[in-house]
Each structure stands twice: as C-alpha cells, then as structure tokens.
T-cell receptor, first 111, second 112 residues
Framework: QQKVQQSPESLTVSEGAMASLNCTFS??????FRWYRQHSAKGLEVLVS????GEKEEGRFTAHLNRANLHVSLHIREPQPSDSAVYLC???????????FGSGTQLTVMP | ETAVFQTPNYHVTQVGNEVSFNCKQT?????MYWYKQDSKKLLKIMFS???????VNETVPRRFSPQSSDKAHLNLRIKSVEPEDSAVYLC???????????FGSGTRLLVI
C-alpha cells in the first residue's frame, strides 16, 4: 500500500521568501504526482502535475520529482499572504485507480 | 458555470440517523470520486465510479453506499451514522483515471 508523507507539518515564511515543501512516497513505480492547495473550508485546487523526473513549473509554483529518491517537492516563488493554505501532495501508483494524499503542510505567509 | 457542485455544505445529525450527500459535475468528465477528509486534513479515497463501473475501497464500512444515476452524478448515502463519520466529504471528477481531478467545496458532517 502506497504511503505518502509530507514535511514539514507547518511552515511560516515571510512574504517574498521562497517556500519549499517536501513529499516522500513508498512506491517507486508511481508515475503521477500532483500538488494541491486547500484554503480553509474550501475544495482543492491543483497547482502542478508532474509525471517524469525533473522539474515542472506552473507560474510561481515549481515541482521537482526524483523517483530514485522517492521524493517530490514544491517550491513557491515570491509567496504572498493569499498563498497561506494547506498544501497537499498526491501520488498515483502505476496501474492504480487511487490518488493517495499526504497529510499536508500548513503554510503561513507573513506580510 | 462548469464545476463540481456539492450539497449540502454542512450537516449536523444524531448518531444512528441516515444522511445523503449530493454531487454533480458539469464538466463532462467520465470519472467521479468520493474522498473523506479527517480533522487532520488527511484525505482517503472511498469510492470511484467510471463509466458505470463502481470501484469500492475495501476499508470503507458497509454503512456507506454510493449512488449514481448517470456519469454526472455521484451521491453518497450513510446509513446509521456513527461519531467517527464526522468529517469533510469531498467529491471530485476527472476526464479519466490519470487526469487532473476537479474537486467540489465539500460537505462537512458533524455527528452528535
């Protein structure tokens, strides 16, 4: 059974400083990785989807995938207070129908 | 507007009651899902419904049952709710299994 873990549990950064979030997974055959954002009492918004090793950029959000190290990260450039939310990593294994989520990182961006 | 719509937003009920949550997507997607999000924000898949084929997560208690009239609707019924059912229930849809999901805003259930 795929296990997805995120760190840190919470992160506080100043406006404009880079924010970096980490996610590790247990199934090295996984081929489908996503980062979501969830503002309080709202649904999930997909930020970046990545399917192969390397880097994928979507605006201020960049995902880095290294399947050999079972690691995918999210970097947020020039974060703003409106980026304060819970960030969720999600992984789908090869041949699986399930998107497995990590428990999230609570990001707070201070003005 | 094309999106995933869930009703109700919030529901409070007593232990032992039956509840039903509705989900409709206007995106033309073939696949729909129900996820449960606990108080620690952890999301767990409950059901997936793809072109009339229902895939059930074996860890879901039998009091939970999905109901689908067509590929745009996937409702969730809970018979005889229990306190541990208190959570946010999120509905999502996608064009296919490996495609991006679009989530609804969730239904928050409180069982007292």
């Amino acid at each position: 059974q795929q296990k997805v873990q995120q760190s840190p549990e919470s992160l506080t950064v100043s406006e404009g400083a880079m924010a970096s979030l980490n996610c590790t997974f247990s199934d090295g055959t996984s081929n489908n990785f996503r980062w979501y954002r969830q503002h309080s009492a709202k649904g999930l918004e997909v930020l970046v989807s990545i399917f192969s090793d390397g880097e994928k950029e979507e605006g201020r959000f960049t995902a880095h995938l290294n399947r050999a190290n079972l690691h995918v990260s999210l970097h947020i450039r020039e974060p703003q207070p409106s980026d304060s939310a819970v960030y969720l990593c999600a992984v789908m294994g090869s041949g699986s129908w399930q998107l497995i989520f990590g428990s999230g990182t609570q990001l707070t961006v201070m003005p | 507007e094309t999106a995933v719509f869930q009703t109700p937003n919030y529901h409070v009920t007593q232990v032992g009651n039956e509840v039903s949550f509705n989900c409709k997507q206007t995106l033309g997607h073939d696949t729909m899902y129900w996820y449960k999000q606990d108080s620690k924000k952890l999301l767990k898949i409950m059901f997936s419904y793809n072109n009339k084929q229902l895939i059930v997560n074996e860890t879901v208690p039998r009091r939970f049952s999905p109901q689908s009239s067509d590929k745009a609707h996937l409702n969730l019924r809970i018979k005889s709710v229990e306190p541990e059912d208190s959570a946010v229930y999120l509905c999502a849809s996608s064009p296919g299994r490996n495609s991006d999901y679009t989530f609804g805003s969730g239904t928050r259930l409180l069982v007292i």
